[in-house]
């Protein structure tokens, strides 16, 4: 599967050993190869997005919490959320257009819901 932010391949049921350890972060234990996040657009037409280490860190690094999206601004931020905006998006050039992300919508199944081999691009 690929990361809809840089199009590397990437096994999604592979675990890997988070390589970065901005704000904190630290997986000693390996985690998933690819994280599902929310993208928010506009007027609700809220995307999912499925990203790799280095796309998750990219976004870190343009000080862009993925985490709770706020800009950082050495703040403490406390919010759990996994969400971030069409505009943090973008900043990635990422290979999927915002066009492109699958819909965010109510009638995703729970147990897939944060699974990324679940989501796939728009044509």
Same mark, same amino acid.
């Given at each position: 599967?690929?990361?809809?932010?840089?199009?590397?391949?990437?096994?999604?049921?592979?675990?890997?050993?988070?390589?970065?350890?901005?704000?904190?972060?630290?997986?000693?234990?390996?985690?998933?190869?690819?994280?599902?996040?929310? @993208? +928010? *657009?506009?007027?609700? !037409? =809220?995307?999912?997005?499925?990203?790799?280490?280095?796309?998750?860190?990219? #976004?870190?690094? /343009?000080?862009?919490?993925?985490?709770?999206?706020?800009? @950082? +601004? *050495?703040?403490?931020? !406390? =919010?759990?959320?996994?969400?971030?905006?069409?505009?943090?998006?973008?900043? #990635?050039?990422? /290979?999927?257009?915002?066009?492109?992300?699958?819909?965010?919508?109510?009638?995703?199944?729970? !147990?897939?819901?944060?699974?990324?081999?679940?989501?796939?691009?728009?044509?």
């Amino acid at each position: 599967m690929k990361c809809f932010g840089c199009d590397v391949e990437k096994d999604p049921n592979a675990l890997e050993v988070y390589p970065y350890t901005e704000m904190g972060v630290s997986t000693p234990e390996p985690v998933a190869s690819l994280f599902v996040l929310d @993208c +928010r *657009g506009p007027n609700g !037409a =809220d995307r999912v997005i499925v990203v790799c280490h280095g796309c998750f860190h990219r #976004l870190a690094n /343009a000080n862009i919490r993925p985490w709770c999206n706020t800009t @950082c +601004r *050495g703040s403490t931020c !406390a =919010d759990a959320d996994m969400f971030i905006t069409e505009t943090s998006w973008q900043m #990635l050039s990422p /290979a999927v257009s915002f066009a492109r992300l699958p819909p965010l919508d109510g009638s995703v199944d729970p !147990a897939q819901r944060w699974d990324p081999t679940f989501y796939r691009p728009l044509p």
